[in-house]
């Protein structure tokens, strides 16, 4: 057959700890470990899979939130993605855009839910803000939004984790989804 090729270039700046900017175009993830395999049998959710791709690890703990509100794994084959994180004082942020090829979507079921290959192109950006005001005492927000042609999801909101007394916490998290 013919011979094909693909290139494809990673950036990395990093211009002290509390900054990072991450660029990928054309990136192959096919050095990564497959998946272990997971049995989906009377389960009501997607199954999860941990995420295994370098350039969506470095950072992940700034994007995660008490509920899983961002699956890194939903971007899928990408043209192109860039990621920021960074820290000043108490104050975290956090963006990732990117450029999908190939964007699964997840289709819920009576017995389980599947990832449906769509064929189409996405674009999905995810901003996350945290602010630490003390120990084990933070306040975050999360905006999240993935655009096909003709369809989109947007997601908002804020989760926050307060302890008081020494041995109690108030948690929580609101989200709201289009």
């Given at each position: 057959?013919?011979v094909?090729?693909?290139?494809?270039?990673?950036?990395?700046?990093?211009?002290?700890?509390?900054?990072?900017?991450?660029?990928?175009?054309?990136?192959?993830?096919?050095?990564?470990?497959?998946?272990?395999?997971?049995?989906s049998?009377?389960?009501?959710?997607?199954?999860?899979?941990?995420?295994?791709?370098?350039?969506?690890?470095?950072?992940?703990?700034?994007?995660?939130t008490?509920?899983?509100?961002?699956?890194?794994?939903?971007?899928?084959?990408?043209?192109?993605?860039?990621?920021v994180?960074?820290?000043?004082?108490?104050?975290?942020?956090?963006?990732?855009?990117a450029?999908?090829?190939?964007s699964?979507?997840?289709?819920?079921?009576?017995?389980?839910?599947?990832?449906?290959?769509?064929?189409?192109?996405?674009?999905?950006?995810?901003?996350?803000?945290?602010?630490?005001?003390?120990?084990?005492?933070?306040?975050?927000?999360?905006?999240?939004?993935?655009?096909?042609?003709?369809?989109?999801?947007?997601?908002?909101?804020?989760?926050?984790?307060?302890?008081?007394?020494?041995?109690?916490?108030?948690?929580?998290?609101?989200?709201?989804?289009?």
């Open positions: 057959g013919a094909k090729g693909r290139a494809g270039v990673g950036v990395r700046y990093a211009p002290n700890p509390d900054l990072n900017i991450d660029a990928v175009v054309n990136p192959d993830f096919s050095q990564v470990e497959s998946d272990a395999s997971q049995i049998v009377n389960t009501t959710f997607a199954l999860f899979y941990p995420e295994k791709r370098p350039f969506f690890q470095l950072g992940k703990d700034l994007f995660s008490r509920i899983d509100a961002y699956y890194s794994r939903m971007i899928n084959d990408p043209l192109a993605a860039a990621k994180t960074a820290k000043s004082g108490k104050m975290s942020i956090a963006y990732l855009g450029q999908d090829r190939e699964p979507v997840i289709v819920p079921g009576e017995d389980g839910s599947d990832f449906i290959s769509t064929g189409r192109q996405s674009f999905s950006n995810i901003l996350r803000t945290r602010y630490d005001f003390g120990d084990e005492a933070f306040i975050g927000a999360l905006l999240s939004t993935r655009n096909f042609s003709g369809a989109h999801n947007y997601l908002a909101g804020i989760d926050w984790n307060y302890l008081f007394w020494g041995n109690y916490y108030f948690e929580g998290q609101a989200l709201y989804s289009n």
